[in-house]
């Protein structure tokens, strides 16, 4: 009995020490721009990171100044997270009835981002990366599972694609393909939200960034180029990608036809000092 209690002791003591390593450092990169739901969208976003821990948010606005409206709503959340700004060139814009594939968004902002991890990090820091929309849909486990990356980590996206869901081909466990429909013979067919970088990579290949010449829906598969990876080196997650932990999802645009009409009934008064 003393030595069996003596050996789940030891066993005990081996299970802290494992638990006291330190965690990772997720490094989430966000792009936003000013519409009627941004606050509604980040502030649905930040309760989920609330509950990673390690996490380090990187927001970055497509503006050429950091507004009021992301500085508050930063100050006042209890995320780790570093603000940012840099405008899209109007000739990059999308219209507001443009189709959302017409062109690439936050390319500038996510770049921006990728240039502050190299000028704030080091090579040797554990950390991974993560493209992270503020409208998607995410489940806390997709955090714990990119957080022992290696090099680049993968898993499928929900209603990605015009499908139901979009993801990565699993044989023995290893990456052999793509489940898609649009253009499966890119090289890295994947969504935004459907991979994860090691922060290591990010410094030795400084020359990794996306474009605004990139033809639609190729940014993702042309940014991954850059690392040098094969298909062998993807790190299938999420039980072999057989599970979605991620959502491309999209609030529906808001529609105000009577703000016009409350000024004539109001006056100043519709239009009082708030956020929205």
């Known amino acids: 009995m003393l030595i069996r209690d003596l050996q789940n002791k030891c066993d005990g003591e081996k299970n802290n020490a494992r638990s006291l390593k330190p965690l990772s450092t997720i490094y989430v990169i966000t792009p936003t721009y000013a519409r009627l739901e941004q606050k509604a969208e980040l502030t649905r976003f930040s309760h989920t990171l609330l509950?990673?821990?390690?996490?380090?948010?990187?927001?970055?606005?497509?503006?050429?100044?950091?507004?009021?409206?992301?500085?508050?709503?930063?100050?006042?959340?209890?995320?780790?997270?570093?603000?940012?700004?840099?405008?899209?060139?109007?000739?990059?814009?999308?219209?507001?009835?443009?189709?959302?594939?017409?062109?690439?968004?936050?390319?500038?902002?996510?770049?921006?981002?990728?240039?502050?991890?190299?000028?704030?990090?080091?090579?040797?820091?554990?950390?991974?990366?993560?493209?992270?929309?503020?409208?998607?849909?995410?489940?806390?486990?997709?955090?714990?599972?990119?957080?022992?990356?290696?090099?680049?980590s993968i898993w499928p996206v929900g209603l990605a694609g015009d499908l139901r869901y979009e993801r990565p081909k699993v044989t023995n466990g290893k990456v052999t393909g793509w489940y898609t429909y649009w253009k499966p013979d890119r090289p890295f067919a994947t969504d935004m939200a459907g991979f994860a970088i090691h922060l290591n990579l990010i410094h030795q290949h400084p020359e990794a960034k996306f474009s605004n010449v990139v033809a639609?829906?190729?940014?993702?598969?042309?940014?991954?180029?850059?690392?040098n990876l094969t298909l062998n080196d993807l790190e299938p997650k999420a039980n072999m990608c057989t599970q979605i932990l991620v959502w491309h999802t999209r609030t529906e645009r808001s529609k105000t036809p009577y703000e016009e009409a409350m000024v004539e009934l109001y006056g100043a008064d519709a239009y009082p000092n708030i956020e929205i």
């Open 51 to 152: 509950h990673v821990p390690n996490i380090h948010w990187i927001v970055i606005e497509d503006s050429p100044e950091k507004t009021a409206l992301v500085q508050n709503f930063l100050n006042r959340t209890r995320i780790h997270s570093t603000h940012l700004y840099v405008a899209t060139p109007s000739e990059y814009k999308m219209n507001r009835t443009d189709p959302h594939w017409l062109k690439p968004r936050g390319v500038l902002q996510r770049n921006a981002a990728l240039d502050w991890l190299r000028s704030n990090t080091s090579p040797n820091d554990d950390g991974v990366v993560y493209f992270a929309d503020d409208d998607n849909t995410y489940s806390l486990q997709i955090f714990e599972e990119m957080r022992n990356t290696t090099k680049v």
């Open 216 to 227: 639609a829906g190729r940014q993702e598969s042309t940014f991954m180029t850059f690392f």
